[in-house]
């Protein structure tokens, strides 16, 4: 698997961008997913592996019981999709991990907590394309059809109604990235979107160790991260934009004005 660490600023920005030029349009558009991490040794693991015990039982009675008290919350359709993804957004262990279009924004998520500035975050770095050229036949030409990069949330209600339909589509195992429906500004301002695993046991990074093609991890060094942070706060990329609202405000607020040490 590519990982690099590099040692400044300059060189950060080049790790990030590096995969960004497109020549089939001459345009600089990353065709990747980027998920920041404020410690290197973090897993790829969802918030339903982090339950522990039998997870994978769990899974389709948290959904059911979500579905059931949250009824008075409105979502765009009645559908599986629409409902996990309302889920993961307010907290709900599922097998969902968050993702985001801008490095920059993943890049905040590695400096974030001021408790691990001792130590090296990291941002992996999918290519999505190259991840969907894995999917099974079905999904893969569907999406083909579309002329999409990410499954839009109607195709995905469509064709796999119900998680379980997933791992029958194929023997392998496969990750597949989607966008949910706006559901609030925090979807929007963190340009996100999701990866969902066609079984809920499905460690990512271990699947991505076996695709090392799709994949680059970019190590955030401690020792560069106070500059890091103190130059994503000047750009305006900061929890206050990130979280509308006074909870984003206030964490923001909070992390700003604390001392270096």
Known sequence: MNTTRPTSWNELQDALFADAWDPEIERHR??????????????????????????????????????????????????????ISLAQHHGLPTRLLD?????????????ANLAKFDIDGIIWSVDYRKAHQLLPQPLKKALDREGANIFPINMLTGMVPELDKM???????????FEPAS??????????????????????????????????RIIIPAEIKWEIR?????????????FPGLEGLSTWLKRHYSPKQ
């Not at 993702?99 to 400096?111: G, N, V």
């Not at 699947?207 to 093609?213: E, K």
């Open 167 to 177: 791992e029958s589509m194929s023997d392998s195992e496969y990750v597949l990235f």
């Open 99 to 111: 993702w985001t279009y801008s490095p920059l924004i993943a890049l905040h998520f590695a400096t």
């Open 183 to 216: 559901v609030d500004d925090r979807i929007i301002n963190q340009h996100a979107f999701f990866s969902v695993t066609s079984r809920p046991d499905i460690a990512l990074d271990d699947y991505l160790s076996h695709h090392p093609n799709i994949t680059r």
């Open 30 to 83: 990353s065709r990747c997913a980027y998920r920041g991490l404020s410690d290197a040794t973090y897993k790829l693991e969802t918030s339903l592996m982090r339950l522990r015990g039998r997870y994978q039982e769990l899974e389709r009675h948290l959904l059911r019981n979500f579905r059931k008290y949250a009824h008075r919350r409105m979502v765009e359709r009645e559908t599986l999709w629409h409902w």
């Open 230 to 242: 103190d130059k994503l706060d000047q750009a305006n990329i900061t929890e206050r934009v990130l």
